[in-house]
């Protein structure tokens, strides 16, 4: 009985905390869509994409939607640079992942004092 009513105060601790961690890690989308040419030469291309941070503090979520439109500007800026073998192969979306986060972690740095987003989700990547 003692192991019982031990087992389910430790739950009963655990649990909130769990949950206050889950909270913590909140996703903001950022919108809308982004459409970027990239690449040289004579033939136009172009890609389209959406992108989702995950914050570490959930609580930070009102100043990425403030400073949105500077994180899309550094976005844009960013893939316009790529070349079509970076962006079609899964190196390069895994580098280009790494840059935005790191591009984005200095955003929030030079703004706030500290890194704020913790990953950077790629959503409805298209290549044309």
């Known amino acids: 009985m003692f192991n019982f009513l031990k087992s389910v105060l430790i739950v009963a601790v655990i649990s909130p905390l769990m949950l ?3 909270i913590a890690r909140e996703y903001v989308e950022i919108t809308p869509e982004f459409v970027v ?3 040289s030469g004579v033939k136009l291309r172009f890609m389209k994409f959406e992108i989702s941070v995950q914050l ?5 979520a009102l100043d990425v939607n403030i400073h949105a439109d500077l994180i ?3 976005m844009i800026l960013l893939m316009s640079r790529q070349e079509g073998a970076t962006l ?3 190196d390069g979306k895994i580098k280009i992942q790494e840059e935005a986060l790191e591009l984005i972690q200095k955003v929030f740095m030079e703004e706030f ?3 704020m987003v ?3 989700l790629f959503l409805n990547f298209i290549v044309q």
């Open 20 to 22: 206050q961690q889950a």
């Open 37 to 39: 040419n990239y690449g």
């Open 56 to 60: 570490e503090d959930s609580g930070d």
């Open 72 to 74: 899309r500007h550094e």
């Open 88 to 90: 079609t192969s899964v």
């Open 113 to 115: 004092g500290k890194k």
């Open 118 to 120: 913790s990953r950077v």
